[in-house]
Nanobody, 123 residues
Framework: QVQLVESGGGLVQAGGSLRLSCAAS????????MGWFRQAPGKEREFVSA????????SIEDSVKGRATISRDNAKKVGYLHMNNLEPDDTAVYYC????????????????WGQGTQVTVSA
């Protein structure tokens, strides 16, 4: 059974930083690209960042470019999203997702999803 478990969310003041983690089990993690998405209340789920299976390719949404860094540790089967200089508009539930091999920006192209972790940024 594939499981993706996010952690690291919480309440942070604007200008602060967070590191989200996504622990994977039940799949050969090194074969899967990992994506991070977020969904704010009343809005559609949107792409944040993705990293390919070996970490050689990365994609970052323009709204977080320069503030977000995605990485992975295939030995530990964990992916990370580090965000700094957080803004209130970053408030959302953040999800990690996995798909074979290469990155994609569309949520529908991912096969597995975590349950999400809440990030709240106060002004």
């Amino acid at each position: 059974q594939v499981q993706l478990v996010e952690s690291g969310g919480g309440l942070v003041q604007a200008g602060g930083s967070l590191r989200l983690s996504c622990a994977a089990s039940g799949l050969t993690f090194s074969r899967y690209a990992m994506g991070w998405f977020r969904q704010a209340p009343g809005k559609e789920r949107e792409f944040v960042s993705a990293i390919s299976y070996a970490g050689r390719s990365v994609s970052i949404e323009d709204s977080v470019k320069g503030r977000a860094t995605i990485s992975r540790d295939n030995a530990k089967k964990v992916g990370y999203l580090h965000m700094n200089n957080l803004e209130p508009d970053d408030t959302a539930v953040y999800y990690c997702a996995a798909r074979l091999w290469e990155i994609a920006r569309a949520p529908g192209l991912y096969d597995y999803w975590g349950q999400g972790t809440q990030v709240t940024v106060s002004a």
